[in-house]
């Protein structure tokens, strides 16, 4: 499965951005699609999820109740609507999406990345 995203940008704190993933090839295969991030000198955290058969959503708790993901199974796009954004949102934003049916959405341990998009929020 190939994924690509796009949306990132810079905004301003309070401000709004959304992220979108496209995946393409053996999408028949996705389980989970998922939404990370990493900020320069930190390792990679989950963010948001998606149960993409079940439509189940998964969020990190320092999101919850600002970001949205969202999906269009038909099109095999991932959304992620941000809002409320915080300087320390600032992150390269990768999408992934997950082949195995036993992983569970929140883990780390995706199948296949794309090459991620910069949100950056400035103060």
């Known amino acids: 499965v190939r994924v690509v995203e796009s949306g990132g940008g810079l905004v301003q704190t309070g401000g709004s951005l959304r992220l979108s993933c496209a995946a393409s090839?053996?999408?028949?295969?996705?389980?989970?699609m998922g939404w990370f991030r990493q900020a320069p000198g930190k390792e990679r955290e989950f963010v948001a999820a998606?149960?993409?058969?079940?439509?189940?959503?998964y969020y990190t708790d320092s999101v919850k109740g600002r970001f949205t993901a969202t999906r269009d199974r038909a099109q095999s796009t991932l959304y992620l609507q941000m809002n409320s954004l915080k300087p320390e949102d600032t992150a390269m934003y990768y999408c992934a999406a997950s082949r195995n049916v036993f992983r569970h959405c929140t883990s780390n341990d995706y199948d296949d990345w794309g090459q991620g998009t910069q949100v950056t929020v400035s103060s």
């Open positions: 998606i149960a993409w058969r079940g439509d189940i959503t």
């Open positions: 090839g053996r999408t028949f295969s996705i389980y989970c």
